[in-house]
């Protein structure tokens, strides 16, 4: 027989219309699977007894429905059946035309709280696991998946849409990236479900407003669809009016639509009552994307029953009544349950009880979606560099001598992979597909990985990021990078290499092609990174074409940590164009004896006397681009050496953008403090365009001056708000008069011509190291170790006060006699022992000052009478380590101190006086960490370290 198409009608659109209306899809499916799970040894008889039993109804188990798992023998379809671990039944020989007997239907299902899922319980309430992988393929039903996806039908009832929509897989792969699929929502998609009267719609608005979450409700969409009186509304519309169960394909088609739909600006996907069935959410997990997790509220049968009446008295719900609500209720056991205990299974289920009161559900609720803290590490160093580069032998050799936590984000996908966890399978998946890796799997695995080396002195980060959205996610949820290393080289001499490397290493990707192709995505992505990073002043670029050896040394001085140069008196003065700030400068230079640098100056200077600098200067300037940061930092730092005797510094008109405010705070210093003169644009310009008619500048034109305002808003600006935040600012008016303005900037240097004179610190400038750690910590024992290395003086103020009192002079009866009272000696006191010891020795290259400062008014007056500190050396252990060594110690040493009871409350006093003292040196870059834990030697190697680079 030959069949045509009706005039004008698509053969393909006739023939998916007939498989839609006969249902041809779910027979073949039902018939597939039930081969698939029994296996017979004759199966056409097999085919020819199930037909028979779908043609009279004889359904297996009572069933009434045309579903896939139809015949699916009834062992197979309790709980277990859906665990990733079920075996195949292949050992089992089945009887010739087996298919599974009829059983009868249960009397009655026990109650909910008995059919309770057996979660993990965390904080209180059963929440996600910390690794979680979504359902794919033969894992959570040992091929159930595949079996789901040839269906189109969420159960029986069939479709009757005359044109039906094709499924999504043929549509839209997986695979595919569509600009909505871009956005981090996508990989941020929750399962919201829970009983009928569990209040998970309520739940789900609070959480949509609170967390910027989209909010979809399957019901809703197929609604709003009904609503808009499109012919699949209407067809939709009468299906649901005739009892009859929407298409699957049809419900995540409309999910998909409406997350395509929702601004990229979402954080992520609330998806209310979805998936109800297992089917539903295998579909949806491979043609849309796997969820993050499962959010199951769980309440007795008895609670929502008690809800749902009390809201049928007002609601008008049909389906309010006694009645109506068993039916509900059974159906979200029967359907729903098996698809909350497939993800509990997988660890990304967060079961919540919802019996409360909805403001004590929703506290719980919250601790699901806040996100962890930035772990704000430091000193994070992203190594970059194309591939050949030799970032990696780098990486080793730097962190073997600096002691540093080396991660490569491809160690860490392999390393996870051979544990053979969820997310180690879910990643071997998606690799041997030939697919990337999701950002969320990357940021869980280098988070994990940091958190478990926290107490290192740094992290070098290998290869990564590799493109701006990975830079993005991990500075918003694990914290900024301190610098990045970026090894340059040619790509013919990369390519040279790797192909050089491919004759031995075996590495598939050593070819050509592959090559060129890396090379491509590289500097399609990565280099875009550098490029942002440079704006910002962190990037410190190394030529990798020397030797190996070349590239260490030159590498290994970004961890040496040099000398700043800390003048105590640097004063930057900014302001807009026309402000005033260089008239203001002239003057407070010449009343207060101070250095006065102007960048812009420096420059001429170089371009008029025929230096190397000038000339590059001058090359740069001519083709209209920005002179580099290092080329001015070099002119700044050579300036303020050459004048580092004068009172003070005015640095007028730097720094302009924050990658320069960063570089100079790291070579030379922090400034004393930031004098802005502001002015409202609107006066600046006037000023410029009356000052143009005589100057004759060629940028006091108005379209000049108008870009040069937007030059100083959008760069300048952060750095007054920078020196804001760090309490530096001084902001003075500069639209009064001249002189009313001069009156009230000179009051800010007028303090400082009186600070203490450079005699009167009488160690200023010299090597001060403070060192600090708790009880137990090994201060001691390193000092001494320090004292044979570097010879410098070690001073303890414990030992001070020791001495003086066994010298039996008068201030040490008086100290003997107030420390036999309990007293505390007086900061005056330690600080005058401190001092003449120190004068005692000050031959010394340097003085180690053990235990001390305890406390921030230590601190400052040292600072104040004595000299700047140059660093605080912070021996760094946790509690457990320190009260073990103290009570190992107490063994032997016969100190009262030594016991369980002292070592808490040392070790309290410690954090509460001594970590703030701290703190407050961190914050100008003055802290150098060593972890205490360790051999005496491993620690004395790394104390070293700290000491490099100093005089």
């Known amino acids: 027989m030959i069949v045509t198409a009706q005039p004008g009608v698509d053969l393909q659109t006739e023939a998916r219309t007939y498989f839609e209306r006969k249902r041809i899809g779910q027979i073949l499916e039902c018939l597939v699977t039930g081969l698939t799970f029994s296996r017979p040894e004759d199966p056409l008889a097999y085919i020819e007894e199930c037909v028979h039993r779908l043609r009279v109804g004889d359904l297996p188990d009572g069933k009434s429905q045309l579903k896939w798992d139809v015949f699916i023998p009834p062992p197979l379809q309790s709980s277990t059946a859906i665990a990733a671990s079920l075996p195949r039944p292949t050992s089992v020989k089945k009887p010739k035309n087996a298919v599974p007997p009829l059983r009868k239907r249960p009397a009655a299902l026990p109650p909910m709280r008995q059919q309770g899922i057996d979660l993990p319980v965390v904080g209180g309430e059963k929440p996600l696991s910390k690794r979680s992988a979504g359902l794919r393929k033969g894992d959570a039903q040992n091929g159930l998946a595949d079996a789901a996806n040839h269906g189109n039908q969420t159960g029986g009832g069939g479709s009757l849409l005359s044109k039906p929509l094709p499924p999504i897989a043929h549509e839209q792969p997986v695979t595919a990236t569509t600009k909505a699929q871009l956005s981090p929502a996508w990989d941020n998609i929750v ?140 159906t979200f056991l029967d359907t729903s349950l098996p698809v909350i205990r497939a993800f509990a299974e997988k660890g990304k289920c967060v079961q919540i009880s919802s019996e409360p009161a909805p403001e004590e559900v929703y506290k719980v609720v919250r601790k699901s979606f806040d996100a962890p803290a930035p772990l704000n590490h430091p000193n994070i160093v992203f190594v970059l560099g194309g591939p050949g580069s030799g970032k990696g032998t780098q990486c080793v050799r730097l962190a073997k001598e600096f002691n540093l936590a080396h991660l490569s984000t491809g160690d860490l996908l392999r390393a996870e992979i051979d544990t053979g966890s969820a997310i180690g399978h879910e990643v071997e998946g998606i690799m041997k597909e030939g697919k990337m890796v999701p950002m969320r799997i990357i940021m869980g695995l280098l988070r994990s990985a940091m958190e478990q080396n926290m107490n290192t002195p740094g992290f070098l980060i290998d290869g990564f990021p590799r493109a701006m959205s990975q830079v993005v996610e991990f500075e918003k949820s694990i914290g900024p990078c301190k610098t990045v290393l970026y090894f340059t080289c040619s790509l013919q001499t990369l390519e040279q290499r790797l192909i ?99 960048t812009g100056d420096l420059l001429r200077a170089e371009v008029e006397q025929g230096t190397e600098v000038g000339r590059i200067a001058q090359d740069i300037m001519v083709q209209g681009k920005m002179v580099p940061m290092d080329l001015i930092m070099g002119l700044l730092v050579k300036e303020i050496k050459n004048n580092f005797g004068a009172k003070g510094f005015l640095i007028d008109g730097f720094p302009r953008s924050l990658d320069q405010t960063l570089a100079f705070e790291r070579v030379v210093g922090i400034p004393r403090q930031v004098l802005y003169f502001k002015c409202p644009l609107d006066v600046l310009e006037q000023r410029l365009l009356e000052r143009g008619k005589t100057s004759g500048r060629a940028d006091d034109t108005l379209d000049t001056i108008k870009q040069r ?243």
């Not at 989209?214 to 969409?221: I, R, V, Y």
């Not at 049928?312 to 109506?324: F, K, L, P």
């Not at 509690?879 to 808490?904: F, M, P, Q, W």
Request: glycine share 8%; aromatic share 8%; hydrophobic share 35%.
């Open 500 to 598: 050089e490397r491919g004759k031995t290493s075996g590495r598939v990707d050593d070819n050509l092609e592959t090559i060129r192709k890396r090379f491509r995505t590289f500097m399609n992505e990565s280099v875009e990174v550098v490029e942002w990073y440079k704006q910002k002043g962190t990037v410190i670029e190394i030529s990798s074409e020397a030797p190996i050896e070349d590239v260490y040394q030159t590498a290994r001085k970004v961890f040496v940590q040099e000398k700043r140069l800390d003048h105590p008196n640097v004063n930057f003065i900014l302001g807009g164009p026309g402000s005033g700030k260089g008239t203001q400068c002239v003057r407070l230079a010449k009343d207060f004896n101070l250095k006065h640098i102007s």
């Open 709 to 951: 305002f937007v030059t100083y808003e959008n760069e300048s600006l952060p750095v007054v708000e920078h020196y804001r935040k760090a309490g530096k600012l001084v902001e003075i008016s500069s639209v009064p008069p001249v002189e009313e303005v001069y009156k009230n900037a000179q009051q800010y240097f007028q303090d400082a011509s009186s600070a203490p004179s450079e005699h009167a610190r009488p160690f200023d400038g010299r090597n001060l190291v403070f060192v600090l750690g708790g009880p137990g910590s090994g201060k001691g024992t390193q000092c001494a170790k320090l004292v044979d290395e570097l010879h410098w003086a070690h001073l303890s103020t414990g030992d001070l006060l020791r001495e003086e009192v066994a010298r039996g002079s008068e201030l040490g009866k008086k100290l003997e006699a107030d420390m036999k009272e309990g007293k505390m000696v007086s900061m005056d006191v330690t600080l005058q022992l401190l001092l003449q010891a120190m004068k005692e020795k000050s031959d010394a290259k340097g003085f180690l000052i053990d235990g001390f400062p305890r406390t921030m008014e230590q601190a400052k007056v040292f600072e104040d009478t004595i000299g700047r500190c140059t660093f605080v050396l912070y021996f760094s252990a946790n509690h457990e380590v320190l009260t073990e060594r103290l009570l190992e110690r107490g063994k032997t040493s016969g100190r009262a101190d030594d016991n369980a009871e002292s070592i808490a409350k040392r070790l309290k006093t410690f954090d509460e006086m001594s970590l703030p003292v701290i703190q407050h040196f961190a914050r100008d870059e003055r802290v150098k960490e060593v972890v205490s834990e360790g051999s005496i030697d491993e620690i004395t190697s790394r104390t070293l370290h700290c000491f490099e680079g100093l005089d």
């Open 191 to 330: 399962f919201v479900l829970g009983g009928p009267g569990c209040g998970k719609g309520t739940q789900c608005v609070r959480i949509a407003k609170d967390y910027n979450y989209c909010h979809l409700s399957a019901g809703d969409l197929l609604r709003d669809e009904v609503a808009t009186g499109s012919e699949l509304g209407q067809e939709l519309n009468q299906m649901m009016k005739e009892g009859k169960i929407v298409p699957m394909h049809v419900t995540i088609r409309l999910l998909k639509e409406a997350m395509e739909r929702a601004p990229p600006t979402f954080s992520g996907f609330l998806i209310d009552g979805f998936p109800r069935q297992l089917d539903q959410a295998v579909a949806f997990e491979e043609q849309i994307r796997p969820c993050k997790f499962v959010l199951y509220f769980e309440c007795s049968e008895a609670v929502m029953e008690k809800r749902l009446l009390k809201r049928g008295e007002t609601s008008g719900r049909a389906d309010d009544n006694m009645e109506t609500i068993k039916k509900r209720f059974k």
